[in-house]
């Protein structure tokens, strides 16, 4: 039996199926959640309007209002909740919309309490690891004084987030840290200043932050992702950057995290942005990111040699690379070499 590791948080379950609500209420309850049944969708807004809720694990089939319906009213006035969807019917379109207006993830039923308790105990871990963002942010504005310290605890801290994304994927384990090295390398090697080296070095230990917040069955699928799973997995850039913008000494790494899949070509995103009016640590971290993805192994693919990512570099150097930044890194390996 999966356990759930967490203080006491809340969870309201809405269907209409007593029989689920039942099965949802005890499974949670035995997991130390604070949990609240509702039977359709104007019950469960009267609830959040008198208690706080951490989640709201609701039906797509709803008498009065749909899940849907529901799912856009919690974004619209209560933003904070995160929502679950449960849905008979295992359609990936429909999930896809689910997750397109501001679903956490959803759970196809039937299904067994292990798979509800991990689904849920993942969302709890974002919760929790976004709370104890917002506690260091408190605690830096009230100890100005010891900013180095401060800024010693916020790296620390993102440097576990981005070690939770390489836990859940055995594929990419130290993929950001050998990022960052090498993008610290090329901005070293384009005489950049301390500070936008530093910047460049955070922007490529952080680049897939937002990958914490994309769901496991897309994030791990062992093959190509279909078009529609694309489109979720493109928001983790900007993901990224919702998550750390409130970071002080991180504002100058934002936009290369947010624009760290943009081509020179134009053809990249978020933005579609192109040649120089993409931010210079943004192109820098692409290059760094690519090399080193295509070096590793994948589920779906194996890994090209080091000689043979370099060509590929240089193929698409002034489409997707900045030409002057592959070469800099050509050179930087031939060095090593």
């Known amino acids: 039996m999966t356990e759930i590791q967490t203080t006491k948080m809340s969870v309201l379950v809405v269907d209409d199926d007593e029989s689920i609500g039942e099965l949802c209420y005890r499974a949670l309850t035995n997991h130390d959640l604070d949990v609240t049944v509702a039977e359709d969708g104007e019950e469960a807004l009267r609830k959040i309007q008198k208690k706080t809720f951490d989640i709201v694990l609701t039906d797509l089939s709803l008498p009065i209002m749909s899940g849907i319906e529901l799912l856009k009213e919690i974004g619209k006035s209560y933003p904070s ?68 310290d401060m800024e010693k605890t916020y790296l620390d801290t993102l440097k576990a987030l981005a070690n939770v994304i390489e836990l859940r994927d055995m594929y990419t384990e130290t993929h950001s840290e050998t990022v960052s090295k090498n993008a610290r390398l090329i901005a070293i090697n384009m005489k950049l200043k301390r500070d936008e080296i530093k910047d460049v070095e955070l922007s490529a230990l952080l680049h897939d932050i937002g990958k914490i917040a994309i769901p496991d069955k897309i994030l791990l699928k062992p093959g190509k992702l279909t078009p529609e799973e694309f489109e979720i997995m493109k928001k983790h850039s900007e993901l990224g950057m919702n998550i750390i913008k409130h970071i002080g000494f991180l504002k100058d790494a934002l936009l290369s995290i947010l624009h760290h899949h943009e081509q020179f070509d134009g053809k990249g995103y978020p933005q579609k ?65």
């Not at 008979?88 to 759970?107: F, N, R, T």
Request: hydrophobic share 40%; charged share 30%; aromatic share 6%.
């Open 81 to 148: 909740i995160d929502v679950i969807i449960m849905t008979g019917h295992p359609k990936l379109e429909i999930a896809v919309e689910c997750m397109k207006k501001g679903a956490y993830d959803y759970i196809v039923k039937p299904f067994d309490v292990d798979y509800l308790l991990v689904t849920v105990n993942k969302c709890l871990a974002k919760r929790l690891i976004q709370q104890k963002l917002n506690d260091v942010q408190k605690i830096r504005i009230e100890l100005e004084y010891a900013k180095r």
């Open 273 to 337: 942005l192109a040649g120089d009016n993409i931010p210079l640590g943004a192109r820098i971290v692409n290059v760094a990111d690519s090399y080193h993805a295509m070096i590793s192994e994948r589920p779906y693919r194996g890994a090209l040699s080091k000689e043979e990512a370099l060509k590929e570099l240089e193929r698409c150097s002034g489409t997707q690379f900045d030409p002057e930044i592959v070469q800099v890194f050509l050179n930087i390996v031939k060095k090593k070499n």
